[in-house]
Structures are given as C-alpha cells and as structure tokens.
C-alpha cells in the first residue's frame, strides 16, 4: 500500500477521471436529484444541500485517503458519472489495510454504454498497479442485476451475501445485500496485470 500519495487523474480510451472538487457540486446536484439512480441505495433522491454536505465529506475523506476517493469521468468535456475506490467504511465494510470499495453511480442517460464498466476497470488497474493495493470489492443489493454485472466486467467475483437494515423498506431488501471482490493475485494471474481500458475478451461483458 502506497502512503502519503495525492489522488491521482486518471484517462482511458472512453473517459477522463479527475478527482472530485467543488466545481462538480452542478453536476452532482442533477445526478443526485433522480430518484431512480438512487432507488437501490436511499428512499428518495438527495436534496441540493444533502448533495453539498456529501460532497465536502468526501473531500475531506479523500485528503487522508492515500490516493484512494472518489472520480468525475467525463467524455469530450461532458460529465458522464461518478466513480469511487474508497477505504472500507460501511456496517458491513471492516477496516483491512490495503482494501478499498469500489463503486459507480450516472445519470440514467448514460446507462447501458459501456462508461460504467469503463472506469470501474480503470479503477481496478489503478488500486493495484498504482496504488498496491491487495484486494478491491464492491457491494450492492442483490437486486441489483445491472450493477452485479458491472462488477463482473471489471472481474470482481461474487464473495458472499449479508444482511442490511435500512431505514425506510426498500423494495427487495428481504434479499440482503451482496459483496464481490477481486484480489491482486488474481488480477495479474488471470488478467496479466494488462491496462485494460477497453472491454476484454476474458471479460464479462455488460451493456452498461
């Protein structure tokens, strides 16, 4: 694990990955206000305000996160979505050393073109070759199909279900949440360590 580090910009054939600032709050505010993005993670879309709390939380989370945040990826000068490779920081998250959380979340109108796939492959690459990371997992509700599948296009394995509370019923909750991973061992055995900007044959492919 890399210490003491600045969280880096990233680019691949699709997208540019900057770290998170202020000058996103506009972008975030619009992404934020559709309930349907949100419809697996709260009750409700976030108001302007919860959106400007969020975001300097997150800043400050990032700037003694060792490299690790979150990511606006834009394509030719448009915001497409926000990508995130955190440390472990839910209920269901313990604290390891060299492990972070991967995750993703766009506008409905870039759904289903491949851009979530896109950065969370670039993320993977990053936490390991970059960053050193040892292991990378991302969760979810396990009804959340097209999310599951992103996480197997960027090679992440199912690991296991558990059990979330939520404060509000959210419908499909019953079915608990679900966690995949990936380690570094796994990533160079199987992917060879290989820059994988672009959908790879060996992997699974998603329309997202």
């Known amino acids: 694990m890399v210490y003491g580090m600045s969280q880096a910009a990233l680019r691949t054939d699709r997208l540019e ?32 305000e919860e959106t400007e709390e ?8 990032a700037a003694e996160a060792n490299g690790l945040g979150q990511w606006i990826g834009s394509s030719d000068g448009e915001p497409i979505g926000l990508w995130m490779l955190q440390p472990p920081h839910g209920p269901n998250q313990p604290r390891v050393p060299g492990e972070a959380d991967l995750g993703y979340r ?26 050193g990371l040892t ?3 991302a969760q979810t509700m396990a009804v959340n199909q097209p999310s599951r599948a992103t996480m197997a296009s960027a090679g992440l394995r199912f690991v296991r279900t558990f059990a979330e509370e939520y404060d509000v019923p959210i419908p499909g909750q019953e079915q608990g949440g679900v966690e995949y991973d990936i380690t570094r061992e796994r990533w160079l055995t199987e ?18």
């Open 135 to 137: 292991r990378i997992f």
């Open 17 to 48: 990955l900057v770290p998170l600032s202020e000058d996103h709050l506009p972008f975030l505010v619009d992404l934020n206000s559709d309930p349907v993005v949100h419809r697996f993670l709260f009750h409700r879309s976030l108001t302007a």
């Open 54 to 61: 969020r975001l300097c939380h997150a800043l400050a989370a």
């Open 106 to 131: 766009l506008p409905q109108r870039h759904w289903r073109q491949g851009y979530a796939s896109a950065g969370a492959r670039e993320l993977v690459r990053h936490g390991f070759e970059d960053l």
């Open 191 to 208: 992917f060879g360590g290989r820059h994988l900007h672009d959908p790879d044959p060996t992997y699974p492919q998603h329309p997202l």
